[in-house]
């Protein structure tokens, strides 16, 4: 179990470099957007991001899925943290349709907006973190 601890928090430390990163290069894109110079560079990189975090976020779901089904992890703290699990999951996919829709030259919301989004990443994250080192329901 020790080593499949080591994969999810290995997944789960990659995916949030990603979850914390990716606002901001959205951010940076809106500005860049907005100011009339070309995006394609930062879209770019947001992309491969993207792609690259989404395969880490893949381990450490699939790590946590195992530890709690395959250990029989269980608790009213479990329940409450994969609700906020569930919640970056959202977060992450939405991240990801901005991003699609700004590929497609669409830009929806402004760089004001990205900053306010950015900010639920750490709100989600936060009790994520609470529940799992201390247990409490």
Request: net charge positive.
């Amino acid at each position: 179990m020790e080593w499949v601890k080591v994969l999810h928090l290995f997944g789960v430390i990659g995916w949030m470099a990603g979850v914390f990163y990716m606002p901001r290069l959205l951010v940076n894109i809106a500005e860049a957007h907005q100011a009339g110079e070309p995006t394609a560079r930062l879209l770019g990189m947001a992309k491969r991001l993207f792609r690259f975090c989404s395969g880490l976020a893949v381990i450490g779901l699939a790590a946590g899925l195992d530890i709690w089904l395959g250990y029989a992890v269980d608790g009213a703290w479990l329940h409450w943290k994969l609700v906020f699990v569930v919640a970056l999951v959202v977060y992450w996919a939405m991240t990801y349709i901005w991003l699609a829709q700004m590929m497609r030259g669409e830009y929806r919301h402004s760089s004001i907006f990205f900053r306010v989004y950015n900010e639920f990443s750490l709100l989600t994250f936060v009790p994520i973190l609470i529940f799992a080192v201390t247990k409490l329901p």
